[in-house]
T-cell receptor, first 113, second 111 residues
Framework: EPEVTQTPSHQVTQMGQEVILRCVPI?????FYWYRQILGQKVEFLVS????????KSEIFDDQFSVERPDGSNFTLKIRSTKLEDSAMYFC???????????FGPGTRLTVT | QKEVEQDPGPLSVPEGAIVSLNCTYS??????FMWYRQYSRKGPELLMY????GNKEDGRFTAQVDKSSKYISLFIRDSQPSDSATYLC???????????FGPGTSLSVIP
């Protein structure tokens, strides 16, 4: 069964460092998303991406964040200068055209020290 | 009023019980309704997906949507210890829109 994959599963970084979180969405899906979940809190939307551009972004997704689809399979989230409060689980999700349901990856746990 | 609300629990039931999990929402523009199961420190796993009001059944799971009351439910029949997890409702306005999650209900099924 097709699934969304994410790497790495756990990333530890120092405050101020850049991190890139990687995702491989389901192959025939066209809409891609990043969400995050701070420990003990609900899953929050960050950004949606379609046709090689951002469709929508939340207030959380400030200038420190960027997304890219560098090739036909990968979808990345970059945080330019990490802060302590960026520590969270980051989930990638994807959906097909006109379908509606979103499939989530296993997540990357980002720890900023 | 929060956009999507769920009773956080924890909810503890004996094995074999019928479980009822609920969400209420305030935005009448939501048209797509999903239930996810999340184990600790794992990604949300899609359980059920419905569009518009009505019932949908899949094995031991039944999803129910009442748009007039802005109320959705997930029923789990013959609950198993492996059903112990946090259950998240998620709602979207269009088929490609972001989804808005509820805070989740923690469920424990006791053998």
């Amino acid at each position: 069964e097709p699934e969304v994959t994410q790497t790495p599963s756990h990333q530890v970084t120092q405050m101020g460092q850049e991190v890139i979180l990687r995702c491989v969405p389901i192959s025939n899906h066209l809409y891609f998303y990043w969400y995050r979940q701070i420990l003990g809190q609900k899953v929050e939307f960050l950004v949606s991406f379609y046709n090689n551009e951002i469709s929508e972004k939340s207030e959380i997704f400030d200038d420190q964040f960027s997304v890219e689809r560098p090739d036909g399979s990968n979808f990345t989230l970059k945080i330019r200068s990490t802060k302590l409060e960026d520590s969270a689980m980051y989930f990638c999700a994807s959906t097909g055209t006109g379908v509606g349901e979103q499939y989530f990856g296993p997540g990357t746990r980002l720890t900023v020290t | 009023q929060k956009e999507v609300e769920q009773d956080p629990g924890p909810l503890s039931v004996p094995e074999g019980a019928i479980v009822s999990l609920n969400c209420t929402y305030s935005n009448s523009a939501f048209q797509y309704f999903m239930w996810y199961r999340q184990y600790s420190r794992k990604g949300p796993e899609l359980l059920m997906y419905t569009y518009s009001s009505g019932n949908k059944e899949d094995g031991r799971f039944t999803a129910q949507v009442d748009k007039s009351s802005k109320y959705i439910s997930l029923f789990i029949r013959d609950s198993q210890p492996s059903d112990s997890a946090t259950y998240l409702c998620a709602l979207g306005e269009t088929s490609y829109d972001k989804v808005i999650f509820g805070p989740g209900t923690s469920l424990s099924v006791i053998p």
